[in-house]
């Protein structure tokens, strides 16, 4: 409690500071699908995802069973749209895991994550790396870039938001 | 001789005839022949040999998906040409499939990636192509292979929008059918056709685990197998080839066999496993049979090509 505490001062401080200047962006996706073995079945996932804004490059490695999308440079990949797709294409979502640039923000006391340019902000967890992100550096104008884990867990009042990032690496930019 | 001797002679002339008829149709066993290829993007190598068809000289073309090209072979599986590179231009493929040679001897590639079919001659010089995405007459959504009629019309399985649409030799829209479901006559996911010489047609109804076949008024003649392991079942029955006796032959994607039916559908035998050794499987994906008898067999997952032979007792 403390931490959280901690973070959402420290944040408070230096949201003004950040904020308006970054370009946030959904970078990378590697997605989780059960059922990728079937090439008649993985080629169609993969042509399905290209369709989805942002996404420039899809790779599949059928072995782990991990799709990947890189985004084009001056757009986001739409996260909201993958699960969907996934669906459709008869395949069942096993996780999501995202790199994303962005900016630091809150929203009713909680820590986002604003991706510009999409109604999308990501919620974010992981008490220790955000610690790190707001003490003992300098956090310049460039933002963060965060990776992690995706899910659609949501705090009381936020429902609003998709999906929340659980850190599992950040790096001020 | 008596009557007693012409019911004799009568009963033994029949028994040969059923037994002449019986071994006819009873293939014994499958042979393996040769191999060749293994993961890589030189000649002879391969990422994801998806289809291979045969051309009347009994050269092979293997689609190589991964890899977004056609590789030629002769028959011993010897290099004679490559083509493509993965694009969206006149020439280039994203992700080819179960290719085909037309009756004119015309190599038709179905390509998932841009919804089309492009014509090839057998030197790899790009004819012409049709097809866009879509769900319109003549779009496509994952085209997955090319089937012809004995007049050369061309059949192709549209995998997402779970129909057969008919062409003519040129790519000209003629008919569809095909609804997406689990009743007798709909198609989830087809992944291959081809066209017997009657002019029915036999579907790789793959995810409905089996083959159905219709008459040339599309009218459901005769379906078989549903999904399982044992003989007669399938999982994911993706792909099909005739021989001269008309035995149909269907690639059993995730049982990793090839299972050899009577053309009512009757199970003969069957080949395969799952494994990377010889006459084994990962995971194979097509199938085609030359006017010899030799079976030509995409081995997807272990990135070759496997001939073998049907053997008869």
Same mark, same amino acid.
């Given at each position: 409690?403390?931490?959280?505490?901690?973070?959402?001062?420290?944040?408070?401080?230096?949201?003004?500071?950040?904020?308006?200047?970054?370009?946030?962006?959904?970078?990378?996706?590697?997605?989780?699908?059960?059922?990728?073995?079937?090439?008649?079945?993985?080629?169609?996932?993969?042509?399905?995802?290209?369709?989805?804004?942002?996404?420039?490059?899809?790779?599949?490695?059928?072995?782990?069973?991990?799709?990947?999308?890189?985004?084009?440079?001056?757009?986001?990949?739409?996260?909201?749209?993958?699960?969907?797709?996934?669906?459709?294409?008869?395949?069942?979502?096993?996780?999501?895991?995202?790199?994303?640039?962005?900016?630091?923000?809150?929203?009713?006391?909680?820590?986002?994550?604003?991706?510009?340019?999409?109604?999308?902000?990501?919620?974010?967890?992981?008490?220790?790396?955000?610690?790190?992100?707001?003490?003992?550096?300098?956090?310049?104008?460039?933002?963060?870039?965060?990776?992690?884990?995706?899910?659609?867990?949501?705090?009381?009042?936020?429902?609003?938001?998709?999906?929340?990032?659980?850190?599992?690496?950040?790096?001020?930019? | 001789?008596?009557?007693?001797?012409?019911?004799?002679?009568?009963?033994?002339?029949?028994?040969?005839?059923?037994?002449?008829?019986?071994?006819?149709?009873?293939?014994?066993?499958?042979?393996?022949?040769?191999?060749?290829?293994?993961?890589?993007?030189?000649?002879?190598?391969?990422?994801?040999?998806?289809?291979?068809?045969?051309?009347?000289?009994?050269?092979?073309?293997?689609?190589?998906?991964?890899?977004?090209?056609?590789?030629?072979?002769? !028959?011993?599986?010897?290099?004679?040409?490559?083509?493509?590179?993965?694009?969206?231009?006149?020439?280039?493929? $994203? !992700?080819?499939?179960?290719?085909?040679?037309?009756?004119?001897?015309?190599?038709?590639?179905?390509?998932?990636?841009?919804?089309?079919?492009?014509?090839?001659?057998?030197?790899?010089?790009?004819?012409?192509?049709?097809?866009?995405?879509?769900?319109?007459?003549?779009?496509?959504?994952?085209?997955?292979?090319?089937?012809?009629?004995?007049?050369?019309?061309?059949?192709?399985?549209?995998?997402?929008?779970?129909?057969?649409?008919?062409?003519?030799?040129?790519?000209?829209?003629?008919?569809?059918?095909?609804?997406?479901?689990?009743?007798?006559?709909?198609?989830?996911?087809?992944?291959?056709?081809?066209? $017997?010489?009657?002019?029915?047609?036999?579907?790789?109804?793959?995810?409905?685990?089996?083959?159905?076949?219709?008459?040339?008024?599309?009218?459901?003649?005769?379906?078989?197998?549903?999904?399982?392991?044992?003989?007669?079942?399938?999982?994911?029955?993706?792909?099909?080839?005739?021989?001269?006796?008309?035995?149909?032959?269907?690639?059993?994607?995730?049982?990793?066999?090839?299972?050899?039916?009577?053309?009512?559908?009757?199970?003969?035998?069957?080949?395969?496993?799952?494994?990377?050794?010889?006459?084994?499987?990962?995971?194979?994906?097509?199938?085609?049979?030359?006017?010899?008898?030799?079976?030509?067999?995409? $081995?997807?997952?272990?990135? !070759?090509?496997?001939?073998? !032979?049907?053997?008869?007792?």
């Amino acid at each position: 409690m403390k931490a959280r505490t901690f973070i959402l001062m420290i944040g408070m401080l230096i949201e003004p500071w950040i904020a308006d200047t970054l370009v946030a962006q959904v970078e990378e996706v590697a997605i989780g699908v059960d059922g990728l073995a079937c090439p008649f079945c993985s080629y169609g996932l993969e042509k399905k995802l290209k369709e989805a804004t942002g996404v420039r490059e899809v790779a599949i490695n059928i072995d782990k069973g991990i799709v990947l999308l890189k985004s084009t440079s001056k757009e986001s990949i739409d996260l909201e749209q993958l699960e969907p797709i996934i669906k459709n294409a008869g395949f069942t979502l096993r996780d999501l895991t995202a790199t994303v640039v962005g900016r630091l923000s809150q929203i009713d006391a909680v820590q986002v994550l604003l991706v510009n340019g999409s109604n999308t902000n990501l919620i974010l967890k992981n008490d220790a790396a955000l610690r790190k992100l707001y003490t003992g550096q300098t956090v310049g104008n460039n933002g963060v870039r965060v990776t992690g884990r995706l899910t659609h867990e949501m705090p009381k009042g936020h429902n609003a938001h998709p999906f929340t990032l659980t850190i599992e690496e950040a790096k001020i930019q | 001789m008596n009557a007693r001797g012409l019911a004799l002679a009568c009963t033994w002339a029949l028994l040969t005839v059923l037994l002449v008829g019986c071994s006819r149709r009873q293939p014994a066993s499958i042979e393996y022949v040769s191999e060749w290829g293994r993961e890589g993007n030189d000649a002879r190598q391969f990422k994801e040999p998806i289809g291979v068809a045969l051309d009347s000289d009994g050269n092979v073309y293997v689609a190589d998906a991964g890899n977004n090209r056609i590789q030629k072979f002769n !028959r011993d599986g010897e290099f004679l040409k490559e083509w493509a590179k993965k694009g969206r231009g006149e020439g280039e493929l $994203d !992700r080819p499939i179960h290719l085909e040679i037309s009756t004119r001897g015309l190599v038709y590639v179905p390509e998932y990636g841009n919804d089309r079919i492009q014509v090839f001659d057998t030197n790899g010089e790009f004819q012409f192509s049709w097809g866009t995405t879509g769900k319109a007459p003549g779009q496509f959504d994952a085209p997955g292979s090319v089937g012809f009629d004995p007049t050369g019309h061309a059949f192709v399985t549209d995998f997402y929008n779970h129909r057969i649409q008919k062409f003519d030799e040129k790519g000209n829209f003629l008919s569809s059918f095909g609804t997406k479901g689990h009743d007798a006559g709909q198609l989830h996911y087809p992944t291959d056709i081809l066209v $017997d010489q009657h002019g029915n047609s036999l579907v790789a109804d793959a995810y409905n685990h089996r083959i159905q076949k219709f008459d040339k008024q599309n009218n459901l003649i005769l379906s078989w197998g549903r999904q399982g392991k044992k003989q007669g079942e399938f999982e994911v029955a993706n792909a099909l080839a005739l021989d001269e006796e008309e035995r149909v032959y269907v690639v059993d994607f995730d049982n990793h066999r090839v299972q050899v039916f009577d053309e009512a559908g009757k199970f003969l035998l069957s080949f395969g496993g799952k494994g990377a050794g010889t006459g084994q499987f990962n995971h194979p994906t097509d199938i085609a049979i030359n006017n010899e008898g030799l079976i030509y067999v995409a $081995d997807w997952g272990n990135n !070759r090509i496997q001939v073998f !032979r049907l053997v008869e007792h």
